[in-house]
């Protein structure tokens, strides 16, 4: 496979390329994303690469099936991970399934090789920092339309050992008392400490001592990636199975 830099992006040649010409007079974008600054950054980066390509916003999964079950063709779609309603890799891994055809890059704030990996073990054509300029988001807008994979600058796969399979990552949740499964399953919802305080009756320093903990249990760095991870299990079962009374 060969691979080269391309603006803040590295990006591997995989696909047979579309000539440009062609692109861009027929591109057609869906970028979903809910933060409005972000969309009309992104409809300038399209814009940039593809002049007269004509772009579709939707600011929700839910959103997006109703443009794409319409039936139109679209070339790409452009996704945010962090979105309402939407958990982990659901998102992404929901489009992929109804429209496998339609590549979709995932464009994302979040930028560490574990998530990374993820996102492109499930599916993903392509993944793009939201920290990268314009210039070089249009550059690997069209990378990815001429038959590229496109990843950000210097990353490189997480090790194996690194990567917790199903049945670990069980364990771990495992491990959580009934109430740190009930922040956990609070964090999903996309809720602030404060926020999960008051749904729970407890004080603020109590949730936070509760998020250090699940960090620690899961062994991951962050909130978002405790989200990330527990998409993988059905969740809702685990938490279910916690609730229920004990017949010891």
Known sequence: MKTREVGGCMSATVLATIPWEVMAMSANFLVVDDHPLFLEALQLA????????TITEATSIAAAKTVLEVGRHFDLILLDLALPGTRGFDGLIELRRLFPRIPIVVISAIDDARTIHSAMTNGAAGYISKAVRKAELADA????LSGSVVLP???TPPPPSTIASTAELAERIASLTPQQLRVLRLLQSGMLNKQIAYELDVGETTV??????IL????VASRTQAVIEV????FEAILGEANRPSTK
Do not use: C, W
């Open 231 to 234: 998409s993988k299990l059905d």
């Open 216 to 219: 620690r249990k899961l062994n």
């Open 208 to 213: 936070k001592a509760h998020v250090s903990e």
């Open 46 to 53: 399209v814009r940039i690469a593809y002049p007269e390509a």
């Open 141 to 144: 807008i069209r990378d990815v």
């Open 153 to 155: 600058r210097g990353y």
